[in-house]
């Protein structure tokens, strides 16, 4: 069954350090997403994108963050200078509209950021 | 800003009990997903339903879509320790493009043997 990967599953950065988090989605979906979610907390949307720019972003993903689609199958989450309070789990997601209907959105395992 | 409410909270029932999960909000949502999380891993999508007052059902499971599109349940009959889990309700806004979920605050499960 097709799935999301994310990769790494783990990365641990000092403050200040850029990361950037890699997702494969599912090859025939057109709709791509970030989530994060502290410890404890809720799942929070990030960004949305389709057809290669945002479609909508949320108050947390600010200057700091940026995403891109390089190629036809990566989809990338970039944080430029980390901080402590981006520690966090970060979710990939993509979706496909069914026929006239919903976007069922499929996540990876995540990756667990750890700025220190 | 949309927001969604699960109650309990936390759970812990006994083997072979039932139970009932709320999901509720004062938005409408397009659709609305259930969510299974275990912890450090992602969440695993269970169910979506889409039409006001829908019943959809998963071997033991049973959603129900309120006529609204308000808030829905979930429904668990005859639970077992594999039931035990993180259960999230999501909404979906809009209908005409991909939209961001807003997922609920989680309901944590434990079934005793």
């Known amino acids: 069954e097709p799935e999301v990967t994310q990769t790494p599953s783990h990365q641990v950065t000092q403050m200040g350090q850029e990361v950037i988090l890699r997702c494969v989605p599912i090859?025939?979906?057109?709709?791509f997403y970030w989530y994060r979610q502290i410890l404890g907390q809720k799942v929070e949307f990030l960004v949305s994108?389709?057809?290669?720019?945002?479609?909508?972003k949320s108050e947390i993903f600010d200057d700091q963050f940026s995403v891109e689609r390089p190629d036809g199958s990566n989809f990338t989450l970039k944080i430029r200078s980390t901080k402590l309070e981006d520690s966090a789990m970060y979710f990939c997601?993509?979706?496909?509209?069914?026929?006239?209907?919903?976007?069922?959105?499929?996540f990876g395992p995540g990756t667990r950021l750890t700025v220190t | 800003t949309q927001l969604l409410e699960q109650s309990p909270q936390f759970l812990s029932i006994q083997e072979g009990e039932n139970l009932t999960v709320y999901c509720n909000s004062s938005?409408?949502?397009?659709?609305l997903q259930w969510y299974r999380q275990e912890p450090g891993e992602g969440p695993v999508l269970l169910v979506t339903?889409?039409?006001?007052?829908e019943v959809k059902k998963l071997k033991r499971l049973t959603f129900q879509f309120g006529d609204a599109r308000k808030d829905s349940s979930l429904h668990i009959t005859a639970a077992q320790p594999g039931d035990t889990g993180l259960y999230l309700c999501?909404?979906?806004?809009?209908?005409?493009?991909?939209?961001?979920?807003?997922f609920g605050t989680g309901t944590r499960l434990a079934v005793r043997p």
């Open positions: 999501a909404g979906e806004g809009k209908k005409s493009s991909g939209d961001k979920l807003t």
């Open positions: 339903v889409v039409t006001g007052g």
């Open positions: 994108f389709y057809n290669n720019e945002i479609s909508e």
């Open positions: 938005s409408v949502f397009s659709s």
């Open positions: 090859s025939n979906h057109l709709y």
């Open positions: 997601a993509s979706s496909d509209q069914l026929a006239g209907g919903p976007y069922e959105q499929y």
